[in-house]
């Protein structure tokens, strides 16, 4: 009886995180950049046009962290660099991207292109 109780508590602890997770859909793609880059590499901008209502949002890309810290409330997509979102440069290539606020987890992927922005929206 014990071990149905505990499985039956893992199960529905597992639906609770399964239903805050939600996942990244890469934005128009890539847009001009503007701000330098170095040889190789290029900028990955992750942003929410939602007020998640949990705080702040962690994003983590090749081993860095940024924060968004506000969400945008315009009809088209954020330039690069704008402040408030996750703002990364990094070397050309494709890389996890993870973000997490208090209630919500996200995850996906970006590929970054040399001397280009790519961004990435938090749905």
């Known amino acids: 009886m014990k071990t149905k109780i505990l499985i039956l508590i893992l199960c529905l602890a597992s639906a609770i995180i399964a239903c805050n ?6 934005g128009v793609g890539e847009s001009g950049n503007t701000t330098a880059t170095p040889a190789n590499s290029g900028n990955l901008m992750v942003w929410t046009a939602t007020n998640w209502g949990a705080g702040i949002i962690t994003v983590t890309v090749n081993g860095k962290t940024a924060n968004i810290t506000s969400y945008f409330t315009g009809t088209t997509i954020p330039d690069c660099g704008a402040v408030g979102f996750a703002n990364f440069t990094i070397p050309v290539g494709t890389y996890a991207v993870t973000a997490k606020d208090a209630t919500h987890s996200w995850s996906g992927t970006g590929t970054v292109t040399s001397g280009k922005c790519t961004t990435l929206k938090l749905q």
Not at 21 to 26: N, T
């Open 21 to 26: 997770k939600v996942s990244i859909i890469e």
